[in-house]
């Protein structure tokens, strides 16, 4: 066992990252789209795709299937594109979590591909995290800047993923099943890395590809919850108050006619990840569990309730460890501060806080794509010397975590975890050891 307790929980991550690798997610369903194309004699193949994960997808796609692709746009992070090139497929990069210029771009030459289908066409569909903000197509009745606007409210208030993309597939020329709508009658089928809690199609990267249960009321109902009526871009509220009342046409429910060519196919997941993790734990001698794979909440909160829950554990008699827990899903952070962060660094900063002067424990906590909100960390591994450490260089943690300043903390205690762009991308995992 590594005397190092911060080397184990970084192998255990690194784990779960192998068993989330795109290109091994999708490689067993090639075959089905050989054999669909011969069973329908269909002439030819399209790949559109977007997300985090979306370049070793379709890697894995052309590596197969290369001889009868014709055509492709993939769009990823700026980034991420990891130095694939392609035959036939054009990859771009854009703007994540808030969408910029190249994305609408990137979109505009994805939609104007779909266009050109017919029936005698197969769209493979890639699909990962991140592709709501990478594909991009405003409402005509508004602007690319109200759309970047109505992101960036509800991410700083703390939306969760359904909540955000509640509003989002009801903006959207692409969302919410209109992308299908633009392929029609061509043969969809979509392979898709999910990152989201529970593997709702409709919710990962805003279904583009699947029926939409939000409707025009519940996007509203997200605006009304976090109190953001009075600064929403005007053109925004009226588009979602006209579609309420009828006046605008609704996102494709689960009846469309265009849902009868089309297939979503659930390629990889959080718990593909979690439970390598799990089998990783006990490889080294740790008697581990997966405590939650559906862990929500404000990231200060879960971090606090984390810490205290190791905490009882630590003290409870006749513990004598080695004991790991292992947990997944996507917090959230209410941007109150200036600072700079994203939701593991502040999980982390929580925790560390709650656990100062205890020894034998131990948390990792890192988003699987290698990047926690606006920074170039995965997240932060901490322990006891973490704040040891923050108290020898004059730092008040709780200022920086009011500030939501939690990567400038890390940085400067030097527990930021820096992997680089993963090419994956299934929500986030924490992995907490407790030593007797």
């Known amino acids: 066992m590594p005397a190092d ?4 929980v970084a192998d255990i991550f690194a784990s779960a990252l192998k068993a989330a690798d795109p290109y091994a997610c999708v ?3 090639t075959e089905k789209l050989r054999t669909l194309v011969n069973a329908r004699n269909l002439k030819r193949v399209v790949v559109v795709g977007f997300g985090k994960a979306v370049c070793p997808m379709a890697k894995a796609l052309e590596d197969r299937l290369g001889d009868i692709i014709t ?4 769009i990823t992070k700026h980034g991420h594109s990891g130095g694939y090139r392609f035959k036939n497929i054009m990859v771009r990069e854009a703007g994540h979590p808030v969408p910029d210029e190249k994305g609408l771009r990137a979109t505009a030459e994805l939609m104007a591909l779909l266009e050109q289908c017919g029936s005698d066409t197969l769209v493979a569909c890639l699909i990962s995290g991140g592709g709501s903000a990478l594909l991009v197509s405003p409402h005509d009745r508004i602007t690319m ?3 970047q606007k109505i992101t960036t409210m509800l991410l700083k208030a703390g939306a969760d993923i359904h909540e955000l993309n509640a509003v989002r597939k009801h903006i959207s020329k692409v969302k919410g099943g209109r992308l299908v709508d633009l392929a029609h009658p061509a043969t969809v089928v979509s392979l898709i890395l999910s990152d989201v809690i529970g593997d709702g199609l409709d919710v990962i990267a805003s279904g583009p590809s699947a029926p939409d249960a939000s409707t025009y009321a519940d996007a509203l109902a997200v605006i009304e919850k976090y109190h953001l009526s009075p600064d929403v871009p005007p053109a925004v509220m009226r588009l979602l108050q006209d579609g309420a009342a009828g006046a605008v ?3 494709p429910k689960s009846d469309h006619p265009v849902f009868g060519h089309t297939e979503n196919i659930i390629v990889g997941s959080s718990r593909l990840a ?5 089998a990783k734990a006990g490889e080294l001698g740790l008697e581990a569990k997966i405590v939650s794979s559906r862990v929500t909440g404000e990231a200060k909160v879960v971090g606090r309730r984390f810490a205290r829950e190791a905490l009882a554990l630590r003290r409870a008699p006749g513990m004598k460890g080695p004991v790991c827990w292992i947990s997944g899903g996507e917090t959230t952070v209410t941007v109150t501060g200036s600072g700079r962060g994203g939701r593991n660094t502040e999980l982390a900063l929580a925790f560390a806080m709650e656990i100062e002067g205890v020894e034998g424990i131990t948390l990792l906590s890192a988003g699987t794509d290698g990047t926690d909100g606006p920074t170039d960390a995965a997240g932060a591994i901490v322990n006891a010397t973490t704040m040891q450490k923050s108290s020898e260089k004059g730092l008040d943690a709780a200022a920086y975590l009011a500030s939501n300043d939690s990567y400038t903390f890390m940085q ?4 930021l975890l820096i992997t680089g762009p993963t090419g994956t991308n299934v929500m986030d995992i924490q992995v907490i050891i407790i030593t007797g």
Not at 274 to 278: R, S, T
Not at 412 to 415: L, P, Q, S, V
């Open 274 to 278: 979690l439970q390598a993790a799990l």
């Open 412 to 415: 400067k205690t030097g527990d």
């Open 5 to 8: 307790l911060r080397v184990m």
């Open 145 to 147: 800047a109200d759309k």
């Open 27 to 29: 490689l067993p369903h």
């Open 71 to 74: 055509a492709g746009v993939i």
């Open 249 to 251: 046409p609704e996102t």
